[in-house]
Each structure stands twice: as C-alpha cells, then as structure tokens.
C-alpha cells in the first residue's frame, strides 16, 4: 500500500493488493483510513477520474513500516575492538545476565564494571538468532559467574552452554597437576 500511496499525503485507490477488503484490517487497527467524500471529490478532480474508493497510511501505519523495516535489517556482526571478544546469548541467557546485573550493589561480587552497558546495548542478529555483546576478560569471568548462580537456583544449560563455547566456567577449574608419587616414581603417564 505504501508504494501505491508513493507520499505521505497521496492516496491509494483500487487495484492489485489494495482494495476494501484486503486494506479492512489496516482501517480497523487504525494503520489506514479510507477518504472522505470531500477527499475523493478532491482527489478526483486532481487526477481527471473519480476514484470509487481510496486509502491512505496514518502515521503509526508509517512507523510500522520503519520500525518493521528497522526490526528486519540484519545486525552486522562487528569485530570486536581489541581487547574485547564477541558473545553470542541466546534470550534465555541475556535474561540471566538481566538479572545479574540488576542485582548490582547487592552482590557480594558485583558485576564487573561496565557490564551494566554491555548488557543493556546488546544487539540481536537475526541470522544468528543471538543477541551480540563484546566484553573483556573481566566480564566473561562475571558471565560465567552469573551463570553459575543460575545453575544453582534454576538451569544448568546457560552455564555448560558458556563453558563449552567459551572456555570459561565459575568457579575456575584449576589446572590438573601430576599426582607427586608418579613424579618422583619416575612413572610418565601415557
């Protein structure tokens, strides 16, 4: 409707895909209106044929359409400036770190600092179908602490999801050391 309306303040009369009934639901939802008699008199008298009927877009039926074009545009996956690594949250796990987050100063560990920003700027890809943070060290430690909470008070999946993909668990695994007796035994694992 909007490419047979062109403007703003044009109209769209009867044909292909634009007509009473299929533009029905639009009117009643208040996206579109149907001309008066005065404007289809004018807009008859405008373009030499009387139109029968004719429609055009409110303005929210014009923000739909940018906020629809605006929810539709992919998000271009950024490299991360230097420092920073991408992660990629499914819903579920940005609403665990929502939660983290608001808790704030009641912490004992708070988040680290500007995790706050991180989370409340995170950009969602649709083809990925994750929602994108760029974060440092620091705050990949604080995710994978959230998650740890979460494990214990709800689900373990965010936590073994993160701990796969990133290699980053909480509490830190500590790193496996040879037993002493099969040092000094002279014995080497295989």
Same mark, same amino acid.
């Given at each position: ?54 429609? &055009? /877009?409110?303005?929210?039926?014009? %923000?739909? +359409? ?5 929810? #539709?545009?992919?998000? !271009? ?28 100063? &009641? /912490?004992?560990?708070?988040?680290? %600092?500007? +995790? ?5 700027? #995170?950009?969602?890809? !649709? ?64």
């Amino acid at each position: 409707m909007a490419d047979t309306q062109g403007e703003p303040d044009g109209w769209a009369t009867a044909g292909p895909g634009v007509d009473a009934r299929t533009m029905s639901p639009l009117v009643k939802l208040g996206l579109a209106r149907v001309a008066s008699a005065n404007e289809q008199a004018e807009l008859s008298a405008r373009t030499g044929a009387p139109p029968l009927w004719a429609v &055009r /877009l409110t303005p929210d039926g014009w %923000d739909v +359409l940018l906020y629809a074009e605006r929810r #539709a545009a992919p998000v !271009a996956l950024e490299p991360p400036a230097p420092g920073l690594q991408m992660v990629a949250l499914r819903r579920s796990e940005l609403d665990v770190l929502k939660r983290f987050v608001a808790l704030g100063d &009641r /912490l004992r560990h708070r988040p680290a %600092d500007g +995790l706050q920003p991180v989370v409340d700027s #995170a950009r969602f890809n !649709a083809v990925a179908n994750r929602w994108i943070m760029h974060v440092d060290g620091a705050q990949m430690r604080c995710i994978a602490r959230a998650f740890f909470l979460e494990r214990l008070g709800g689900s373990a999946a965010p936590a073994n999801r993160f701990g796969r993909i990133y290699g980053v668990v909480y509490p830190p695994q500590p790193i496996p050391v040879p037993h002493e007796a099969e040092e000094h035994s002279g014995t080497t694992r295989a």
